[in-house]
């Protein structure tokens, strides 16, 4: 610790900070522009001016940024001083000069960076009254809109955008007044993580174009923390509405998990929750065309079919919630219930859970991911599988390079200095993919090959780590050299991290990274483990789990069923159309909870209009098995609820148009699944107050609650209870520091942007006041004996006549919802089938972009070629999830014709 005056005041303050972090930290209000938590500093905006002063008999002292200055024993300064705050007032003057007077027309305005720190700073009334410089805005994409005029040249977003994301499009041009933040000519910007540019922008520059669609200033919103459910991550959301339909997705800040970013998948892919194939009333179908139903008859039909002696059966889904899947599970009993994916997935889901749960090695999260000084990835492209896991992955393979700049003591925070010293350079850094990834391009040695040539790879690096370990048989020399290598970077490191998935539905990959940590366990090294699966609750559903889709194909086969309950499952997107009809044509009636219309849904005798994230409460588990609470946003003007209060409103005996409160719900998952207990501390109950007030959804300055119904009363109506959380659907309630998991917003006295997450915080970038939202259900015991998977697969060979086809993953278009999003709509790619150039030429197929005939399932299908010449000889690849290839089962075996 490090004894520091301010103002005269003597302060105790952690080793390693820089001046503005300790400040910030204390509480004071001090300006700044260039600095960031997760940027650090360069000391470029020069807004953060203090007085510097040598010793106490000092009076004079001299102006210094205080992001620059060291907070070391005995130093010395004043934010008040008047030559302190003078410096800082003119600095924004000069900053402002050429900077548009559009504040009431600019999306920003209100939740403003710049407007919050010139009124800090004391600058008050423009002097310049000369011609401005101005700029040419431009086209950026479908998601960020480009107002280069209100720059202040605060270098945050190349910052952000080349050093930490590793953007390659978006740079500086020019210098002095005519500085230029932009693409060298218009068009898209090509980084996942391009959407951050909103929230890192201080002002005006980058703003949500989806929002402009649908523009709603701050103060005006209804927000609710939620969980994306973009993938299996779980990055923390706030979610805003107005008028019924969600404006915007911002980052809401877990210290644990995503800290202060967020991919454009989950920041930008929320669109089809106003969707105008929403399902909003309860339908049944009649004559081949669906009517709508009354609530109450609908309740009774349903019963009525599931009545006594009745074979009753129940998929479940991965993007539905904790709660909803329990109740489906006890609607249907125990024997009848299926997880809603294909026993394939869910096997290798179970095989997760299980080596998380009876392993020895960590699971690190996002965060601390962050930390460690080897990387070695094991048949997952992390970029389009789990994107902010990428970003993560990004930051450790610096942290091996950075050591120079520690050795000579130049402190983290100085980004500056260590990217003077580090430059490009980075850490020990491996890849084993069928293809090449994103991350390749900080790879230190990549290998590309089938999936058991990458579980072979990954078991003869384990045998070098651990020698009593059996050797890999038929080694080429290539292979051997590479896994020779990657063993001595991973033993060579503090920090070693495995990363692997499900994504090439390869059991014997998920074995080998296994191998692979605990042999460095084993080593004495610090080691994380981390997985990727496919969906935001595929680990709570496989949970409460024990069969899955192929199970119930199997028993509706056998015996027909007479109704099938569907939750919040699209079976033609997830089985393909032979599987789905195999199980829809063996049931006599068919129930649907479904958000939106689909193949599925129109296949239906009942559908029941079940919440999105938007709509609904509820509780997912992540990939690492945290355990973390959504919150429903509004309650919507139609029959759309949580898909848990439809089924136990099912469940009851009496004839009632209520489910019970949420926290009822919890306490009877909890007593029959009690390793689940921890949900129960994943936020607070219903009935937590705060003195006696709730948790307000809105801020302080909403406005319009008679004029938004004035065309259906002009009295304003009782605001709606909410009995599932300590939370209002109004202003009203407690405006200081909540519990961290129930943070609707981000407010503070003179903090009107999101910049105000600094006083929620122990310390600046730090932990939430409260503690970070999420609770881990499973923790590995570091005591219990590895129990190795020894079962080596032999080596991939191609066949002479068929192709292995696997798949090929995009951020955008391989997860089902995010792709039905306009903006996101425009980035999904054209589907294709890919092939390396010798395979394509043995096949006869000469040119990319031609077309190229394949059999799935007997069904004929025609995409266009694109030539990888990553691909191993042998394996064709389709991407995931797109319209064109939806429902195809991987892998599968075909034969290709031109």
Known sequence: MAKVFIDDIEYEVPDGKNMLEVCLSLGFDLTYFCWHPALHSIGACRQCGVINYKDENDKRGRITMACMLPASNGTRISIEAKAAHDFRAGNIESLMLNHPHDCPVCDEGGECHLQDMTLMSGHNYRRYRFKKRTHTNQYLGP?????????????????????????????????????????????????????????????????????????????????????????????????????????????????????????????????????????????????????????????????????????????????????????????????????????????????????????????????????????????????????????????????????????????????????????????????????????????????????????????????????????????????????????????????????????????????????????????????????????????????LSENFIDDAIARVEKERADVLLILENDLYQRIGKKDSEAILKRCNQVVAFENLENETTNSCDYVFPAGTFAESTGTIVNNEGRAQRFYQVHIPRNEVRSSWKWLDILRQDLQTAEAKDFDVIVDEMIQKNPELQKIKETAPTADFRIGTQKIPRSPHRFSGRTSMIANINVSEPKPPDDNDSPMSFTMEGYHGIQPSPDTAFYWSPAWNSVQAINKYQIEVGGPLHDGNPGKRLFEPDENRQAKYFNDIPSSFHPSNDELLVLPLYHIYGSEELTALSPAVKERIPQAYIALNENEARRKGLNAEGGKVEFYYQDKKWELSLKIDNSLPDGIAGLPKGLNETSGIGYPFRTKINS
């Not at 270098?155 to 210098?175: E, S």
């Not at 024997?335 to 997760?352: A, C, D, M, P, R």
């Not at 000579?408 to 580090?422: F, S, T």
């Not at 998920?510 to 610090?526: R, T, W």
Request: aromatic share 8%.
């Open 143 to 543: 998601f960020l809109n480009h107002e280069m005029n209100r720059c202040i040249q605060c270098y945050r977003c190349v910052r952000f955008y080349k050093d930490y994301a590793g953007g390659k499009d978006l740079d500086v041009f020019a210098a002095h007044d005519d500085i230029y933040f932009g693409r060298s000519e218009d068009g898209v910007l090509e980084n996942e993580f391009s959407g951050n540019l909103v929230e890192v922008c201080p002002t005006g520059v980058f703003t949500d174009k989806t929002l402009k669609q649908h523009y709603t200033r701050k103060w005006d919103l209804t927000s609710a923390p939620s969980v994306c459910h973009g993938c299996s991550l779980g990055c923390n959301i706030l979610a805003s509405q107005r008028y019924g339909t969600i404006r915007r997705i911002l980052t809401r800040y877990n210290g644990d998990v995503n800290g202060y970013f967020l991919c454009d998948r989950g920041r930008f892919g929320y669109e089809y929750t106003n969707s105008k194939k929403r399902i909003i009333k309860a339908l049944k179908r009649v004559s081949g065309t669906y009517q709508p139903i009354e609530n109450g008859n609908v309740f009774e039909e349903v019963k009525a079919l599931m009545g006594e002696g009745k074979k009753v059966i129940g998929i479940g889904s991965p993007r539905a919630s904790l709660e909803s899947n329990f109740l489906l599970k006890e609607l249907v009993g125990e024997n009848n219930f299926y997880g809603g994916i294909s026993n394939t997935e869910g096997n290798l889901i179970k095989q997760v859970i299980n080596i998380l749960k009876k392993g020895k090695v960590k699971t690190p999260s996002l965060a601390e991911a962050k930390g460690y000084d080897a990387v070695f990835i094991v048949g997952e492209d992390v970029t389009n599988t789990a994107p902010m896991l990428a970003l993560s992955l990004r930051q450790a393979a610096k942290n091996k390079p950075n050591e120079e700049a520690f050795a000579i003591r130049i402190p983290l925070w100085n980004d500056a200095a260590i990217r003077e010293i580090v430059q490009e350079r980075t850490g020990p850094f491996f890849i084993a993919t069928v293809h090449h990834t994103k991350l390749d391009e900080i790879s230190s040695g990549s290998f590309y090959g089938h999936p058991d040539n990458i579980a072979r790879l990954g078991h003869a690096v384990a045998q070098k780590i651990n020698n009593n370990l059996p050797s890999v048989p038929d080694t080429d020399r290539e292979s051997a050299s590479l896994s020779s290598s990657i063993a001595e970077a991973l033993l060579a490191a503090k920090k070693p991290l495995i990363v692997s998935g499900t994504s090439l539905f390869s059991k014997n990959v998920i074995e080998a990274a296994a191998n692979v940590a605990y042999a460095l366990k084993e080593q004495g090294k610090d080691v994380g483990l981390i997985y990727t699966v496919p969906e935001a609750n595929s680990v709570g559903m496989t949970l």
